[in-house]
């Protein structure tokens, strides 16, 4: 057959499957040309990004000797300049542009020991921002925090936490893995274990919410209000629902430090406290305040020959949390846009339209560094041809989205035609789709009406094990997959240059929201934070 017929088979396929499903699988493999009818820049991709892949270097760098790239942290700024030299040792052009500030944190050791009743080397370390303990080492004892009525009741109790580090989170009846439960008994239950475990994490919120105070991602205002009350340090622990796995986010504190500990060992100091056991803390934790410092995102660039005003970009955001190396969010993104760049300068350095990369900070205070370039670059916005972001972990790409643009479907399905089929074989595809509205920096773009859209990987136990968590590190990356997904973004970039026109901008009707079951409107842009003064208020 021909590869017209297939493509238009392969459409007619996606077109049938989609209006029975939103979530329709396009049965696209095979439906191509077979290897030796591919276009010759589109086997050289593949043969590249198979057999002479730097994906495991690279990643290795990045994250083991880099390490986290927290926003305002030294570690974020090595890497912006650890893309920009690694960019212009294969010859292409890169830059760091600063798009505001943020709060400068450098994180040292933390050193937590449980010493009374017994001795104990805990897990644990501070969250991101957090004070240390100054040069010294604190040893104190430790409180719960209490059940009140009220946040007047709350305030007169204040004054028992001086010198004392306060436990502020939920202590978890058990830290074995759900997945394990589901093994080992029945399933009634389990729905009760369950139940039971709801209804106390519920009632610990409420203890939490009668202070008038909140959490926040991390001790939030409570910690806040603790320290300022003189609380040797607040204690947390936001277990991840699986073996070992905590999600460490933040704290706003001040002076005091705030710790997360492992679920294990949170529950521990937890019952030693509740059964008047008495525990007794030391905690050794060094940590700098550097003042508000510039935040950057790397943008690369491989200028157009004939439309430089028009632009395909490659989108991972390049900041992380710091309770591990950010491997699967977001470096395997990151390294799946740098092998995608490098392929690319090998086998088609002289593309027609304007090839960016944008490696953006501050996504995780809210997609910071994409909005403020999609502000700051407006040329970029209108003459956007296609952006393709990757977020979600190190998975293949399993499922693509039309963000709610008419014309993405025929776009991908021409695009995917002409890849070898394993890449669109058990490809999950959503047309027209629904534009996004946050999550990840795809949003700061399709806010505008711009073709930018989500390569969203399979799951590999993703939110449960590596998304901000303290096992998110090198040895968790798939290497089959990044190279997959790297070599089918060089093979987006390429196809998609091919095209005469550049992406239309008319809106499918949305569907309703099936939550409210209200018409869906298209997200609105938002003004990015250039400052951290608001988020740590
Ligand atoms: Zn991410």
New binding site residues.
Partial sequence: MSIQHHMVVAASLLLAVNTVSAQATATTAGANAGSTRLDPIIQRIASLGKDSSRTYNLMQALTDSIGPRLTGSPGLKNGNDWLVKTYQSWGINARNEQYGTWKGWRRGITHVDLVQPRVRTLEGMMLAWSPGTGNRTIEAPVVILPEFRDSAQFVRWLPEVRDKFVLVSFPQPTCRGDESWGRWKDSTWIRTMMEERAAAARAWTNRVNATGYSLGLGTGSLGRRLEAAGAAGIIASRWSNGWGVNKVFSSINQRAPAIDLSCEDYGLVFRLAEQKQNPVLRVTADAEFLGEVPVYNTIAEIRGSEKPGEYIMLSA?FDSWDGASGTT??ATGTITMLEAMRILRKVYPNPKRTVLVGHWGG??QGLIGSRAFAADHPEVVEGLHALFNQ?NGTGRIGSIGGQGLVAAEQYFTNWLSKMPPEFSANLRTNFPGTPGGGG?DYASFICYGAPAFGLSSINFDYSQYTWHTNRDTFDKTVFDDLKHNATMVAMLVYLADQDPQKMPRGRASLAPDPRTNQPRSWPSCQEPQRTSERYFR
């Fill in positions: 955001h969010d977001n996504e995780e977020d990840s």
